[in-house]
């Protein structure tokens, strides 16, 4: 099942923050987000594991809730190299094995 | 190599025709994903490898799509019978493990006309 992510675009001014949120409707083992440029691939900003952990990456930071199977994404004093496609990648499954489901993405402009 | 290689980085065919798409992982990357992103969309999933099981086929959007992984290293995405709506980049994508990184390929531009 794709998580669902919001807003589906914003636009800042450098310096600005940002929240994006991503949910489920399926139990998570971890929450994965990337950021994706303009024609180029996908990069990993960081994982979430189960436990409400809050992990930070430089001005970027985000918290995994389990038991609300939401993530959301922290930006802080935007700069304009935060410009792109956010996308949050929910692992889940059974069996032994799990998957990564992404969901639509969520871009976002940082203008001057 | 140093990340994931993809070829060929942009095919054209015509509608009909079959494509093959190959990715080449991380050395020692055991999980393997196959994405397809269409101009401006999200990330599709479409199969998944562990090793070279393939555990979850649900993603392929039609029997027209197939996947394998040999030695669990190289895999290729066969695409029988193009349509113009198989038109997208197809990305590949490999990790470690559960949990931690995956690194994405430059990806496959699938044109069918």
């Known amino acids: 099942q794709q998580p669902v992510q919001s807003p589906q675009a914003v636009i800042l001014r450098e310096g600005e923050d940002a929240v994006i949120n991503c949910s489920s409707s399926?139990?998570?083992?971890?929450v994965h987000w990337y950021r994706q440029k303009h024609g180029e691939a996908p990069v990993f900003l960081m994982i979430?594991?189960?436990g409400g952990e809050q992990k930070g990456h430089e001005k970027i930071s985000a918290s995994f809730n389990e038991k609300k199977q939401q993530s959301s994404l922290y930006l802080t004093a935007s700069q304009l190299s935060y410009s792109g496609t956010y996308f949050c990648?929910?692992?889940w499954g059974s069996g032994g094995y799990q998957k990564v489901t992404f969901g639509t993405g969520t871009k976002l402009q940082v203008i001057p | 190599g140093a990340g994931v290689s993809q070829s060929p980085s942009n095919k054209v065919t015509e509608k009909g025709k079959d494509v093959e798409l190959r990715c080449d992982p991380i050395?020692?990357?055991?999980?393997l994903y196959w994405y397809r992103q269409s101009l401006g969309q999200g990330l599709e999933f479409l199969i998944y490898?562990?090793?070279?099981?393939?555990?979850?086929k649900s993603g392929l959007p039609s029997d027209r799509f197939s996947a394998e992984r040999t030695g669990g290293s190289v895999s290729t995405l066969t695409i029988q019978r193009t349509q113009q709506e198989d038109s997208a980049v197809y990305l590949c994508?490999?990790?470690?493990?559960?949990?931690?990184?995956?690194?994405f390929g430059q990806g496959t531009r699938l044109t069918v006309v």
């Open positions: 979430l594991l189960k």
């Open positions: 399926k139990a998570l083992y971890s």
């Open positions: 994508a490999s990790s470690l493990a559960r949990n931690t990184e995956a690194f």
């Open positions: 490898f562990q090793g070279n099981s393939a555990p979850d």
């Open positions: 050395s020692g990357h055991t999980a």
């Open positions: 990648g929910t692992e």
